[in-house]
């Protein structure tokens, strides 16, 4: 049995719900597909979301675990910075409820679902496409492609999969901390030109993982049990890997079919969070296909809107890790050192500080710090 849309959407992660949901609000028949017969299971995130996204995109209060509004940065040789804020900043979220409830906020707006059904193709001339699942045919008018890093689609649509990706590898540990303070550590031993990082979200229990890239369980065994010191509850069973895309697709927009969120590499090329450029990118997406369905415009302007809105922010996150890559330890202890000892640079620094986009700071960091660093060498 064939069914006609507006707009299929695949994929009923965070970001493929929202746009499911958005493009329902505004009047459009849509369909969201997914290949998992449960959506909220299994997901592999750290689940920090920035207080702006919550309240730009009115986000599910009842999926947060826990508030920041601190962060300690701890050097290669044990040197401390911290960052406090008097209001919450940012959230770690059940990434499991918070997929889920996005995904039932979609379903009640009216959006038909189809669970269980992995699409296999999608055909047709511009402006009208069938898709094909293992269960169903569907007809459509546009189609969002919301995979995230499962790209097998990207081909059959003529358009390519992001150009490299990152790992993060992750586990979950009773560990006693602050139930508001984020720990990033820095440091060649465990998170060669990265970092590591330690999240509370439940009481008593922390996230703590790295993110590389290449996928390895050795540095993160490294970073729990010799750079923090955590031995017990420890099993590398219970490591949790996931590929993160690491810098946007070539091209996101073919006739009336585009990629959105991970699928697109919309995603911080700093710490690899997806989900607010993700919805940042459907509520472009939203608008441009809302204008092509009802007014004739094309998708084209939804490539151009949204790069102009994070290219300079995912240039910066790149060009970053090629300097963190090629900085020993040494240098990076040197940093922390001159910031513990100028006060007055912090205060010209904290101004520029926001959870979401960080080329601002970056940028500053890097005119600073260029001459001590050696940047050029």
């Known amino acids: 049995m ?19 949901y958005q493009l329902a609000e505004r009047g459009l028949k849509v369909c969201l597909i997914d290949k998992k017969e449960r959506i909220g299971e299994d997901s592999i995130c750290a689940g920090v979301i920035g207080r702006e996204a919550f309240e730009r995109y009115d986000l599910p209060a009842d999926t947060v675990l826990s508030s920041i ?4 940065f701890f050097s290669p040789f044990g040197q401390r910075l911290e960052y406090e804020q008097k209001n919450f900043f940012a959230y770690v979220v059940d990434r499991d409820l918070f997929d889920r409830k996005l995904f039932l906020r979609a379903k009640k707006r009216g959006v038909e679902i189809f669970l ?26 546009a189609v969002v492609v919301a995979t995230g890093i499962d790209c097998r689609l990207h081909e059959k649509v003529g358009l390519k999969p992001p150009p490299q990706y990152l790992y993060g590898s992750q586990i979950e540990i009773a560990v006693p901390h602050s139930p508001t303070k984020l720990e990033i550590h820095i440091g060649r031993d465990f998170a060669p030109g990265s970092f590591g990082w330690l999240i509370p979200f439940r009481k008593g229990h922390a996230k703590i993982g790295v993110l590389l890239p290449q996928t390895s ?20 069973k219970n490591i949790r890997i996931k590929a993160i895309a690491y810098g946007p697709v ?58 102009s809105a994070l290219a300079s922010e995912l240039d ?19 940093l922390f050192s001159f910031v513990k000892q100028n006060r007055f640079w912090v205060e010209l ?29």
């Open 2 to 20: 064939k069914r006609r849309y507006d707009v299929v959407v695949i994929g009923a992660g965070p970001v493929g719900s929202f746009t499911a």
């Open 69 to 72: 509004n601190s962060v300690s």
């Open 116 to 141: 269980g059904q992995r699409v296999s193709d999608i055909s047709g001339a511009p402006y009208f496409y069938t898709v094909k699942s293992n269960r169903q045919t569907h007809n459509t008018k």
């Open 217 to 236: 369980k050795k540095w993160l065994k490294k970073f729990v049990q010799q750079r923090l010191g955590i031995n017990h509850g420890f099993d590398e």
């Open 250 to 307: 070539d091209k996101s927009v073919n006739g009336n079919i585009l990629l959105v969120g991970e699928a697109a590499g919309q995603v911080k090329t700093t710490t690899g969070g997806g989900i607010f450029y993700g919805l940042l990118c459907s509520e472009i997406a939203v608008d441009n296909l809302v204008r092509t369905l009802k007014d004739g415009y094309g998708l084209s302007e939804y490539d151009i809107t949204w790069r």
């Open 316 to 334: 910066i996150g790149r060009n970053l890790r090629l300097i963190a890559a090629k900085l020993d330890d040494q240098k990076v202890e040197n």
């Open 349 to 377: 620094l904290v101004p520029r500080i926001d959870f979401d986009y960080h080329s601002n700071v970056i940028f500053f960091c890097m005119k600073s710090f260029g001459q001590l660093l050696r940047l050029g060498d």
